[in-house]
């Protein structure tokens, strides 16, 4: 238990360091960046699994990493998981155009939309710090917008000149719905690809007229 509340002093008393927490952070060198990716994939795991308060050693073991290395990056826990939902945003934005380069446009649409539930799931994890108030957090919603909306737009817009969809799909609708069929529970059934089924066949309805 001590060990326990060193370890979140530690991210909470904000030492001085280079943080990840946001689009204007430093450059880093690949070795540096391979490690911080690699904390920042722990840390999105554990926090699903245990919430934002797990303990440091928890993530630093995941990673096999030491404790001094994820407070160089991340001085506070703040730091953490904002980094964690940025890195969660930009995976999911960087996965549309491989999709749109490895499949038919309809079928990378509904490879991204899948993806995107994965994001959710990930978000829902975070969402008692999300919603806490932090000012840490305000800049995050607006992240999600400006990398998210033009990576599905892309990807709507291939579907609809390929007259495999209709052509007036709203982006914003499109993700919002999404998150809304997503359910928070462990989807073992596969209720998520089903419903992700016939919102693609409600974007077929009328595609080509």
């Known amino acids: ?13 904000g030492r001085a360091g280079v943080t990840d927490a946001g689009p204007s952070r430093p450059r880093l060198r690949a070795d ?5 990716d690699t904390l920042l994939t722990a840390a999105a795991e554990v926090f ?3 919430g934002v308060d797990a303990p440091v050693r928890q993530i630093t073991a995941r990673a096999g990493v030491g404790a001094g290395t994820l407070y160089r990056h991340f001085p506070q826990r703040s ?9 969660e945003v930009d995976a999911c934005a960087d996965a549309a155009p491989a999709l749109a ?6 079928e990378a649409l509904r490879r991204w939309l899948l993806r995107f539930t994965h994001f959710i799931a990930t978000k829902r994890g975070l969402s008692a710090a999300l919603h806490s108030g932090d000012p840490a957090y305000d800049s995050l919603p607006s992240y999600f917008q400006l990398r998210l909306v033009p990576a599905l737009e892309s990807l709507l817009a291939a579907a609809a000149d390929s007259g495999a969809i209709r052509t007036d799909t709203d982006p914003n609708d499109l993700l919002r719905a999404v998150a809304n069929l997503t359910l928070p529970a462990q ?6 690809g089903r419903m992700l089924g016939l919102l693609l ?9």
């Open 1 to 13: 238990m001590a060990q326990d509340r060193r370890e979140a002093e530690g991210l909470h008393e």
């Open 32 to 36: 540096a960046r391979r490690s911080v």
């Open 48 to 50: 699903a699994e245990s």
């Open 79 to 87: 730091d953490l998981i904002a980094a964690v939902f940025r890195h």
């Open 101 to 106: 380069a490895d499949h038919a446009p309809v």
């Open 187 to 192: 989807d073992d059934d596969g209720h998520t």
């Open 201 to 209: 066949d409600g974007l077929r309805y009328g595609a080509g007229k």
